[in-house]
């Protein structure tokens, strides 16, 4: 059974930090690319950084420069270091994993509230 489990979310000010961090288990983690998405009340919800099982990332133009996502293959966890947080990134964020082969994220945390004052 997989299960990814966030943490790390919390109240913080504007211009804050956080770092999210997202445990797996149930799957080889190497073969997964990873993801985390967020959704904030009354809109969709989108990609905001992602990992491939090779170490490439990449980033939604909303959070370039701000927002870091790294993962350690021994620990089976992905993080997402969020520096000058704005109001705007409040929201709920999800990890996720998709298998390297496919297209399509497969597995889902239970997400974690991030809430970003001004």
């Known amino acids: 059974q997989v299960q990814l489990v966030e943490s790390g979310g919390g109240l913080v000010q504007a211009g804050g930090s956080l770092r999210l961090s997202c445990a797996a288990s149930g799957l080889t983690f190497g073969a997964y690319h990873m993801g985390w998405h967020r959704q904030a009340p009354g809109k969709e919800r989108e990609l905001v950084a992602g990992m491939s099982n090779g170490g490439s990332a990449a980033y939604a133009d909303s959070v370039k420069g701000r927002f870091t996502i790294s993962r350690d293959n021994a620990k089976n966890t992905v993080y997402l270091q969020m520096n000058s947080l704005k109001p705007e990134d409040t929201a709920v964020y999800y990890c996720?994993?998709?298998?390297?082969?496919?297209?399509?994220?497969?597995?889902w945390g239970q997400g974690t509230q991030v809430t970003v004052s001004s």
């Open positions: 996720a994993a998709r298998y390297f082969s496919l297209t399509t994220y497969r597995y």
